[in-house]
């Protein structure tokens, strides 16, 4: 059984996002979506509410779960038996910090392997602060995200 752990903060989750995850689906008998809590980050939207977000953008995708996490990555792929972390890859910007993620990942839990998948173009430039700061100036974010996550932000700045 092969499992994978597609890990972010999905603040919220982005068609960027979704991309990779249904991506992974296919490689993986299973994929674990894991929600950090990412405190540091003085997220938008809960734990709950991110995870709740990237649950109902997910339901149509049979083998994936969306579960929050507390602490270190590699923990908690550990303890779901996870062999592989996939992390999307966007511009060339991500590649330094992504490197980084991946070499301490590997120092703290060699049995966990991770791999990238590239943004295709349309997502290259998407983030999940640039969808927040065109729902904070109320321009239209359809083209970025779902429609209950479109509704959940218009809600959070309306
Ligand atoms: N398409 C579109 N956007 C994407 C994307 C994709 N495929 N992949 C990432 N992004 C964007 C996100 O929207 C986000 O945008 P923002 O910063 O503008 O809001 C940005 O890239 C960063 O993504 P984020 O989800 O915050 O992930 P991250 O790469 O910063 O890593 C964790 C988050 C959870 C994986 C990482 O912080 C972590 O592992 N935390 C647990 C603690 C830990 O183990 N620390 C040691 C790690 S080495």
Request: glycine share 4%.
């Amino acid at each position: 059984m092969r499992r994978a752990i597609t890990p972010g903060t999905f603040d919220p989750i982005t068609f960027g996002h979704l991309d990779v995850i249904k991506r992974a689906s296919q490689l993986v008998d299973e994929v674990i979506v894991a929600v950090a809590a990412s405190a540091g980050k003085k997220p938008l939207f809960t734990l709950e509410e991110r995870a709740e977000l990237a649950r109902e953008a997910t339901l149509d995708i049979p083998n994936v779960t969306v579960e929050p996490f507390e602490g270190l990555l590699v923990d908690f792929a550990r303890s779901k038996n996870a062999q592989v972390l996939v992390k999307g890859l966007r511009a060339i910007t991500d590649f330094e910090y992504e490197f980084q993620m991946a070499a301490l990942n590997y120092e703290l839990g060699r049995e966990v392997e991770t791999v990238f998948i590239m943004s295709p173009p349309q997502y290259m430039y998407l983030s999940s602060s640039i969808v927040r700061e065109l729902a904070s100036l109320h321009s239209s974010v359809d083209n970025f995200v779902p429609p209950h996550v479109a509704a959940a932000l218009s809600k959070k700045f309306q």
